[in-house]
């Protein structure tokens, strides 16, 4: 199974500040023959499902706010919160739909400073 | 609008079974791969199976193999899974959620509310 390890663990940054999570996965999740990061990103609010932020390592997915970008290749990714708002406190989770199983980093927590 | 509801969650004793089931609906259900990912209190998501959009390719995780079986009802649109010989690392929220794809691992763009599954004596 492919492992994937998020750093931090967990973060705090200023309202409106920049905050930077970070994802490795312990083999490649880009497939050469169409240039595609099998990578996505989740957003968890207390007592809620996952929702799905980022797709295909840096697609946005619909209604899913500017302000929220992913980028990186191969196995280190990073989801960027370029303005932190009071909404965006949550745990935030990378997964590798390369192959199955698909697997999920540990999480990490974004709170406010 | 998408829409998943779980269903069958409870208490169980350890050795003791329980089928979850999962109502889709605004969507085109038999074109998509269905998947159950779980979560423990306090942890990451655990992907626990998934199936093919004509339920012809089903694959499990490690820990579940042997005990869970995945199914759907294309005509009903509804989700199953069948979970026997449940031990107390069974224990968990789970979620039945939507694959991009027909087939295969994928991201899951649906997630359901949820159902608990406590696993005690």
């Known amino acids: 199974d492919i492992v994937m390890t998020q750093s931090p663990d967990s973060l705090a940054v200023s309202l409106g500040e920049r905050a930077t999570v970070n994802c490795k996965s312990s083999?490649?999740?880009?497939?050469?023959?169409?240039?595609?990061?099998?990578l996505a990103w989740y957003q968890q609010k207390p007592g809620q499902p996952p929702k799905l932020l980022i797709y295909?390592?840096?697609t946005r997915e619909s209604g899913v706010p500017d302000r929220f970008s992913g980028s990186g290749s191969g196995t280190d990714f990073t989801l960027t919160i370029s303005s932190l708002q009071a909404e965006d406190v949550a745990v935030y989770f990378c997964?590798?739909?390369?192959?199955?199983?698909?697997?999920f980093g540990q999480g990490t927590k974004v709170e406010i400073k | 609008e998408v829409q998943l509801l779980e269903s069958g969650g409870g208490l169980v004793q350890p050795g003791g079974s329980l089928r979850l089931s999962c109502a889709a609906s605004?969507?085109?259900?038999?074109?998509?791969?269905m998947s159950w990912v779980r979560q423990g209190p306090g942890k990451a998501p655990e992907w626990v199976s998934h199936?093919?959009?004509?339920?012809?390719?089903?694959y499990y995780a490690g820990p579940v193999k042997g005990r869970f079986t995945i199914s759907r009802d294309n005509s009903k649109n509804t989700l199953h899974l069948q979970m026997n010989s449940l031990t107390a690392e069974d224990t968990a929220v789970y979620y039945c959620?939507?694959?991009?794809?027909?087939?295969?691992?994928?991201?899951?763009?649906?997630w359901g509310q949820g159902t608990l599954v406590t696993v005690s004596s």
């Open positions: 997964q590798q739909y390369y192959n199955s199983p698909p697997t």
């Open positions: 959620a939507k694959g991009y794809r027909g087939s295969g691992s994928s991201y899951s763009d649906y």
């Open positions: 083999q490649s999740v880009l497939y050469k023959s169409n240039n595609n990061n099998y």
């Open positions: 605004g969507f085109t259900f038999s074109s998509y791969v």
């Open positions: 199936i093919s959009d004509s339920g012809g390719s089903t």
């Open positions: 295909w390592a840096s």
